[in-house]
């Protein structure tokens, strides 16, 4: 019986197939933005999460003021700071592997009589050994305690200066000289592209040159690995304490913010998250648009058939058959409207990626659509069916 | 199809007799339109025989399309009972009085409102495919019936494409899909010529007296009421008058 309804349905939309597709064009358009928006946010969240991905899942970073502040809005720099001491206070906590920190700051680099201000990274070696996956194009990482080498971003290396720094040259930071003993390899664009400006230097030789770092004891940075076999959440709340307990703060007027991969994932989805609801809630706009077109094509239809209603009825269709015809035919318009609207929206998706937009759509969000157009369209068609179905048999046959 | 027990149509000659129990049953039925404003109706007490030939007359107004939708029970009485064979159907619902006339009606009307999308054949199978019969079937059946009515030539013919007997023939078809007892007609030959009226009447005659339909028809035309058992005339929302049975009730 559905089958038969349905294949009656189908051809009743058919007969009247210009504004068939015109209310389907309605649901195309609502389902593309929608699609299209979502994949952007999804393409955004996936970009973010891959060049984060250094972050390995047992690291864990601490850094000052609360992220949560500087995330949600907060336009003033922060004043908190890390000290030697607090990198010495978590380095004896139990279920802390390695631990570096780091000094971020700007010097001037002076290489064959050429000056630049660039970024200078000073940072303990085991960052680069045991914590995060930087990769090298030429030459070695710093040892330990290794003095006077540094290792130079592949962009300051090859165009920043009129000559090219090479693995065992010598270039100026500061008022000091350093040996090069390697180039990082091309970060490959993304947020991640500042680690090819920048140099680094071990964090003693760092502090030296670093302008704003000489003579304190203040980290940017306190980096560390969990021992195997610990939770890194586990340490995570370790260090809140001990460092609150260091700070003389509360939970809720926290300096410092620990960040582990979990929780730099939360963040992101956080951020992903109100993103794709932003976009796809403007984009749902147009979808309420066309539901709307479908609900004024059905009532169209059905005013236009209020007399095929009543012969249908004669002939022995019940309230609910009348329904489920025009439930079909509206589902129907939503779902050839929603797969239409995909099939482009993936077109349009691909079309973006190369255009250097990350988008991505999700299978789940692909069969999301299909499902949630024909419920638009069942929902946009309920109350015309209603109506075609409680019409009184003997006035539809009577309509002119 | 009608049960043949009963029957006395061969000693009759051509003549069938309807069968002394009732298919149709009204009590004083009142029909108001316009909360109470028009009374269309106006308590009409009347019975049916299985296998009758029944005519209504009347002028424009008088009650009679009213009395055949209540019969037919594609209309519910403002007060009094209706019964189709003995079952009262005038507290049914909707959806029980469909099922009721998918089964036990075939309706033929003045305009002959077929579905101007489907040809002959699928008008025809419409029917059917309520009561849930599959499609092979039901196009074969409707295949059938409309060679039965002398159209089986264009049953792929859409209504603007025939002619106005033809139309009437395929509704005529259309009304026999689920082999109803009772074939109610209002005005089946109103927007006919002659020609195509009597083919029409003749397809009545036909079921009614080989296939013992019950008929009701709904007509102004005195030849019509010639081809009836029995006439009744309406008048004022009332039976103003009855004709006899030609036939004796056995």
């Not at chain 1, 009743?12 to 933005?33: K, P």
């Not at chain 1, 991640?192 to 704003?212: K, N, T, W």
């Not at chain 1, 069942?378 to 539809?396: D, L, S, T």
């Not at chain 2, 040809?119 to 499609?135: R, Y």
């Amino acid at each position: 019986m559905l089958r038969d309804l349905t294949e009656y349905a189908v051809m009743n939309l058919r007969r009247r197939s210009l504004r068939s597709w015109l209310t389907i064009l309605g649901i195309v358009i609502g389902v593309l933005a929608i699609v299209t928006m979502i994949a952007i946010a999804e393409g955004l969240d996936m970009y973010i999460r891959s060049q984060l991905s250094i972050f390995s899942e047992d690291a864990i970073t601490v850094v000052p003021g609360n992220i949560k502040d500087q995330l949600y809005g907060s336009l003033f720099g922060t004043v908190a700071k890390l000290t030697e001491n607090d990198m010495d206070a978590i380095a004896r906590l139990p279920g802390v592997d390695k631990i570096g920190a780091t000094l971020e700051g700007r010097a001037d680099i002076t290489y064959h009589g050429q000056v630049m201000s660039t970024y200078a990274i000073g940072m303990d070696p085991v960052l680069f050994n045991e914590i995060y996956s930087y990769e090298l194009d030429s030459g070695r990482w710093l040892r330990d305690n290794e003095r006077g080498s540094a290792i130079v971003g592949y962009s300051l290396a090859n165009d920043v200066f009129d000559e090219k720094i090479q693995v065992g040259r010598r270039v100026q930071v500061g008022n000091r000289s350093f040996n090069v003993v390697g180039i990082t390899k091309k970060s490959g664009g993304g947020i991640m592209a500042v680690a090819d400006s920048v140099i680094y230097l071990s964090r003693e030789d760092g502090r030296q040159v670093i302008p704003e770092f000489t003579g304190k004891n203040d980290l940017t940075e306190i980096h560390l690995k969990v021992a195997e076999g610990t939770k890194p959440g586990t340490v995570e709340e370790e260090i809140n304490s001990e460092l609150m307990r260091l700070h003389k703060v509360k939970e809720d007027k926290k300096d410092f913010s620990v960040m582990t991969a979990a929780y730099m994932g939360e963040q992101i989805g956080n951020i992903t998250g109100a993103l794709r609801l932003f976009l796809g809630g403007i984009a749902a706009i147009s979808l309420l648009v066309g539901s709307i077109g479908i609900a004024n094509t059905m009532f169209m239809s059905i005013l236009e058939r209020t007399k095929e209603i009543g012969i249908m009825k004669a002939v022995g269709a019940t309230n609910k058959m009348i329904m489920q015809i025009f439930l079909i035919e509206s589902g129907v318009i939503g779902l050839v409207g929603g797969f239409l609207g995909l099939i482009i929206s993936y077109a349009v998706s691909m079309l973006i990626s190369e255009l250097g937009i990350p988008s991505r759509i999700k299978a789940e969000v692909m069969i999301g659509a299909l499902v949630f157009s024909f419920f638009v369209g069942v929902i946009a068609g309920y109350i015309p069916a209603k109506n075609a179905a409680k019409m009184p048999a003997v006035e539809a046959l009577r309509f002119e | 199809m009608a049960n043949d027990e009963g029957k006395t149509g061969g000693a009759a000659g051509k003549k069938r007799i309807a069968h002394e129990w009732n298919t149709i049953t009204l009590k004083g039925v009142k029909k108001s339109y316009q909360e109470g404003m028009f009374r269309a109706l106006d308590g009409v007490s009347v019975s049916v025989k299985k296998e009758e030939f029944l005519v209504i007359r009347g002028r424009s107004g008088s009650g009679k399309s009213t009395l055949m939708h209540i019969m037919g029970c594609l209309d519910q009485p403002s007060e009094g009972e209706v019964y189709i064979d003995e079952i009262k159907t005038s507290d049914m619902d909707d959806d029980e009085l469909a099922r009721l006339r998918r089964k036990k009606m075939g309706f033929v009307f003045q305009a002959f409102n077929l579905i101007p999308t489907l040809d002959a054949l699928h008008n025809v199978a419409m029917p059917m495919m309520f009561e849930g019969i599959g499609k092979s079937e039901r196009e074969e059946r409707a295949a059938e019936l409309l060679e039965s009515v002398g159209i089986g030539s264009k049953i792929r013919s859409y209504p603007n494409e025939l002619s106005g007997g033809e139309k009437q023939r395929v509704a005529i078809a259309r009304a026999l899909a689920n082999d109803p007892d009772i074939i109610l007609a209002d005005e089946p030959t109103g927007n006919l010529d002659s020609v195509s009226a009597k083919q029409v009447l003749e397809v009545f005659d036909e079921f009614h007296h080989k296939h013992g339909k019950t008929i009701v028809v709904v007509t102004h035309e005195e030849y019509v009421a010639e081809m009836a058992e029995r006439t009744l005339y309406m008048k004022d929302g009332k039976i103003s008058q009855y004709s006899e049975l030609k036939a004796k009730v056995k």
